[in-house]
């Protein structure tokens, strides 16, 4: 009798414990749905397309740090997620810093010249205008380091996406996500009513959508 009652005490924790893991699988799903989203409109706008999406991808990461903290317990967090986004912001800023140093060592640069070649008739302001199509550099320079940064990041959380629904068996098309720029990996466009959305493709063999396994 007390056998039987112990199993059924184990069988009623069991089945707790797969609605705890299912619930945070899925919310963690939604979480990187919408971080994926986030930051690709943002690199989508930086490069002078107009995208309007509400969501802020670095409050959102901060978000899902803070419920990885609380869930260190089960396996829904990457550890390495702190480290890489402290990483990337870090690079966008020092990029930043970086660019207008440069902004202003060129107009500095140009501006001394012009105003020594206009005050001396000395034949100066060419060589002030000179230096001016570093500029252009400069711009493209840091929009291509920027660009890199805000790639990584995406596909990085493309790949947890992937990992997610291949360990928790959730189906991919319930989490699908907008995507504005079309050089991702491991991603596969499809069409729901009249817009376009982007899912993570699976290895041949996982049963994507099929009732999730738990330890």
Same mark, same amino acid.
């Given at each position: 009798?007390?056998?039987?009652?112990?199993?059924?005490?184990?069988?009623? &924790?069991?089945?707790?414990?797969?609605?705890?893991?299912?619930?945070?699988?899925?919310?963690?799903?939604?979480?990187?749905?919408?971080?994926?989203?986030?930051?690709?409109? !943002?690199?989508? +706008?930086?490069?002078?397309?107009?995208?309007?999406? @509400? $969501?802020?991808?670095?409050?959102?990461?901060?978000?899902?740090?803070?419920?990885?903290?609380?869930?260190?317990?089960? $396996?829904? %967090? #990457?550890?390495?997620? @702190?480290?890489?986004?402290?990483?990337?912001?870090?690079?966008?800023?020092?990029?930043?810093?970086?660019?207008?140093? =440069?902004?202003?060592?060129?107009? /500095?640069?140009?501006?001394?010249?012009? =105003?020594?070649?206009?005050?001396?008739?000395?034949? @100066?302001?060419?060589?002030?205008?000179?230096?001016?199509?570093?500029?252009?550099?400069?711009? $493209?320079?840091?929009?291509?380091?920027?660009? &890199?940064? %805000?790639?990584?990041?995406? +596909?990085?959380?493309?790949?947890?996406?992937?990992? /997610?629904?291949? $360990?928790?068996?959730? #189906?991919?098309?319930?989490?699908?996500?907008?995507?504005? #720029?079309?050089?991702?990996?491991?991603?596969?466009?499809?069409?729901?009513?009249?817009?376009?959305?982007?899912?993570?493709?699976? !290895?041949?063999?996982?049963?994507?959508? +099929?009732?999730?396994?738990?330890?």
């Amino acid at each position: 009798m007390t056998e039987a009652v112990r199993d059924s005490v184990e069988v009623a &924790l069991e089945l707790d414990e797969r609605e705890v893991y299912s619930h945070i699988a899925k919310e963690s799903a939604e979480d990187i749905r919408r971080i994926i989203s986030s930051i690709d409109a !943002e690199r989508a +706008q930086r490069k002078g397309f107009t995208v309007y999406y @509400l $969501d802020d991808w670095d409050d959102l990461i901060r978000e899902r740090i803070r419920k990885g903290k609380r869930h260190t317990a089960f $396996d829904f %967090y #990457n550890p390495a997620l @702190l480290d890489i986004w402290e990483e990337k912001v870090g690079e966008l800023r020092r990029i930043r810093m970086t660019e207008r140093f =440069l902004y202003s060592g060129i107009a /500095l640069f140009s501006l001394g010249f012009v =105003l020594v070649g206009l005050l001396s008739k000395a034949y @100066l302001i060419p060589v002030g205008l000179s230096v001016l199509p570093l500029w252009i550099w400069v711009r $493209d320079w840091a929009g291509e380091r920027r660009d &890199l940064i %805000y790639h990584q990041l995406t +596909q990085f959380f493309i790949d947890e996406m992937r990992a /997610l629904i291949e $360990d928790y068996n959730l #189906n991919p098309e319930e989490y699908r996500f907008k995507l504005f #720029n079309d050089d991702y990996f491991g991603v596969s466009i499809l069409r729901f009513g009249r817009e376009n959305f982007a899912v993570v493709s699976l !290895e041949p063999g996982k049963n994507a959508g +099929q009732p999730p396994k738990f330890w």
